[in-house]
């Protein structure tokens, strides 16, 4: 596609339940990126794709939190037994390679735990 | 000490006046990118550099290398200009300054 989607762009769910967010990137970006920014705070890394390379999951705050790519594609992120300190807003980025190209961004998804 | 400082946190400025954030790092990078987030939280990158000088439009992006240093320079400055400036940096991920919170009154 033309940019990086993501969806959907508003969650609304209960404490303890699991919520699944979606991102596509741009077709042919081997490079993709899931941060968060919560209310007020700066971005915070959360796991990055690379082609068929091992994930770099070391950012992921709990154990809770799993994130799949499949077929270098399409990537979701999984947030189980969701917490109210999981409210933030998730941002996927994807890049044509590791670091040596810009980052295209998606709008967003505005996870609210209630 | 976080690995990318920006400065200042909070800027407001009048319409028209020149305008420089300034973002300094601590680390070996291959790239730096200076983003820009609007209310509602949509992120546009801006520049990415990892040399010299780059410009587009009223923006101007440096970077010198040697002191681990990079301004945003906003010349003309207008309200629409007013959003959060964030400059990160770019290893195997992007880290991120804090941002820079800019308001352009009329």
């Known amino acids: 596609g033309a940019g990086v989607s993501q969806s959907p762009s508003n969650k609304v769910t209960e404490k303890g339940k699991d919520v699944e967010l979606r991102c596509d990137p741009i077709s042919g970006h081997t490079a993709l990126y899931w941060y968060r920014q919560s209310l007020g705070q700066g971005l915070e890394f959360l796991i990055y794709?690379?082609?068929?390379?091992?994930?770099?999951k070391s950012g992921l705050p709990s154990d809770r939190f799993s994130a799949e790519r499949t077929g270098g594609s399409v990537s979701t992120l999984t947030i189980q037994r969701t917490q109210q300190e999981d409210s933030a807003v998730y941002l996927c980025a994807s890049s044509r390679d590791k670091a040596n190209y810009g980052y295209t961004f998606g709008s967003g998804t505005r996870l609210t735990v209630v | 000490k976080n690995e990318v400082e920006q400065s200042p946190q909070n800027l407001t400025a009048q319409e028209g006046e020149f305008i420089t954030i300034n973002c300094s790092y601590s680390v070996g990078i291959s790239a730096l990118h200076w983003l820009q987030q609007h209310p509602g939280g949509g992120i546009v990158s801006l520049f990415m550099?990892?040399?010299g000088k780059k410009k587009h439009g009223r923006l101007i992006a440096t970077i010198n290398i040697q002191e681990k240093h990079s301004s945003l320079h906003i010349t003309a400055s207008h309200p629409r200009d007013s959003a959060v400036y964030i400059c990160a940096v770019s290893g195997s991920r992007l880290t991120f300054g804090e941002g820079t919170q800019l308001t352009v009154n009329p």
């Open positions: 794709f690379q082609g068929n390379s091992a994930p770099d």
């Open positions: 550099l990892s040399s």
